[in-house]
């Protein structure tokens, strides 16, 4: 996904209630891109501000209900859950 703040706009224009976002990378500086090595070729992924994202997800309208750790490193990766609210 190119543009990931349109995309979360999208997934909120989509739910009904809920928006999930599942095994987010999360790191302490500015989000950024990323590319890992994976599945025997290179595999682009996006790297997480909890605050960028967070201010994102507010704009479009999603207030942050939960969240779980998937695993603790660098990147940590987390599981985001948000429920729908008015905009």
Request: glycine share 6%.
């Given at each position: 996904?190119r543009n990931?703040?349109q995309?979360?706009g999208?997934?909120?224009?989509?739910?009904?209630?809920?928006?999930?976002?599942?095994?987010?990378?999360v790191?302490?500086r500015?989000t950024?891109a990323?590319v890992k090595e994976?599945?025997?070729g290179l595999?682009?992924?996006?790297?997480?501000?909890r605050?960028?994202l967070f201010a994102v997800?507010?704009?479009?309208?999603?207030a942050?209900?939960?969240?779980?750790?998937?695993r603790v490193?660098?990147?940590?990766y987390?599981?985001?859950?948000?429920e729908k609210?008015?905009?």
């Open positions: 996904v990931w703040r995309a979360i999208e997934a909120v224009r989509v739910s009904r209630h809920y928006v999930l976002l599942h095994k987010v990378a790191i302490e500015p950024e990323y994976a599945y025997g595999i682009p992924e996006w790297w997480f501000n605050a960028e997800t507010t704009s479009v309208g999603l942050f209900l939960k969240s779980w750790d998937i490193g660098n990147p940590n987390t599981t985001f859950l948000f609210g008015a905009y």
